[in-house]
């Protein structure tokens, strides 16, 4: 039976991830992220689907990151009855994702529209709450390794990938055929999650390429650089401003920050997790925390505590009100709060307060695109804007990039040689063509053979 693989996404970048496997008899989609980037480019590739919904059979969902499920809601906004195959984290966190993410376009649309009603321009949300809602209702749980019959004739598993919480490979039998998507794959050594293991009798293999040309500094220097930081926050009395995603970054470093209390490594600076979807997600990680590969110290101080994720002493803010008395108080304190890049949200209030002050720290923990402020700042820039106003930049910038959730080469290499069984053909996407060109080469090196790099639009005849 003839079997095809399209690329509808993350090929050559590294949003959107969609990617269509299809026989004569199903459809299944694996992944349905939206585009992030310029916004004129994105809505396009965000509005204009390359495959017909109504026609899947059913989505396999790797993790809840937004650039691999934000567009889902698209699907049943056209109409889509598939189900939305996850593992039961993914299930959680991907319900208050795609809420999120609906309330913000419509915010968004708002904004636009008011800023644009002397020249007319008006834009609206791709899709309602009610579309995100539907697609929530489709999401379909299930254990990682469990087999389930997706659609007629295929068998699928999730297995860890180590990326995030609930983050799976997605494995898909057909017609005697195994491919194995990686989904964003972890690294082989993380702060938190179990070591994804390459799984046997792989004939084609989609996997990631977001760090394809490097390197990530150990983990094991995080506790250090973040112990000097506080240590040196406490004698200035100052400010420590950490954006911070709200999925697994947040999580890491509070689990960081809490050990270190716990040793009693720092004076007892206040911790404030100043956004209201981090919380939700740390309570989300807090019902899973079996899903973690912590060390035994800390497996048994989870034991006699139960509370790794600091509840007790860490100050959760969900209300603005007591997010903008913050603003009021003096330092020490540590501050974590989104978004990530600094492109929105309650981190600017942070900053716009405290940039000009030489006693606050901004500390850097995520990968910062191109234009956007967190960039400016990483950068050095010492006059930004917020909200239209410039700002000087007094406060020190520290970078740490230890953090990262993604494999670097080292690992996606030695993943890929750890497969029991080579496979036939190996499609590398979601990296920025720079990344991945250095994956590919770094492979050809090695002898590894069969590799593309498909680009948009681009399809696959699998044998
Ligand atoms: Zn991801």
Known sequence: MPLKISFH????????????????QARVL?????????????LERNKNLAFRPRELDAVLLSHAHIDHSGALPLLSKAGSEALIHCTKPTHEITGIMLKDSARLQAEDAKFFNKIHKEDGQTIEPLYSEEDAESAIRRLTPHAYAEEFEPARGVKARLLNAGHVLGSAMVQVDLDGRRVLFTGDLGRSKSLLMETPIPPGGVDTLIIESTYGGRLHEPVADIEGKLKKLLLRCAQEKGKIIIPSFAL????????????LRREGAVPPIPVYVDSPMAVSVTEVFNRHLDAFSFDDEFMAYVAKAGDP???EHIHYVRASEESKKLNEMDGPMVILSASGMCEGGRILHHLRHNLDKE?????IVGYQAAGTLGRRLADGERKVKIFGMEQEV??????????????????????????PQKPKRIFLVHGDSDQRQALAEKLASEGVGGVECPGFGDSFDLL
């Open 30 to 42: 694996l992944d349905c992220g939206l585009y992030q980037g310029h916004r004129k480019e994105a």
């Open 9 to 24: 996404g993350a090929a050559g970048g590294v949003t959107g991830s969609r990617h269509l496997l299809e026989t004569d």
């Open 359 to 363: 006693n606050t720290t901004v500390l």
């Open 248 to 259: 697994e970054r947040a999580q890491e470093i509070i689990v960081v920050l809490e050990k």
């Open 394 to 419: 007094w406060a020190k910038v520290e970078l740490m990039h230890a953090f990262s959730s993604h494999a670097g080469q080292d690992d996606l290499t030695g993943f890929i040689r750890g497969l």
């Open 309 to 311: 994720f600091g509840f």
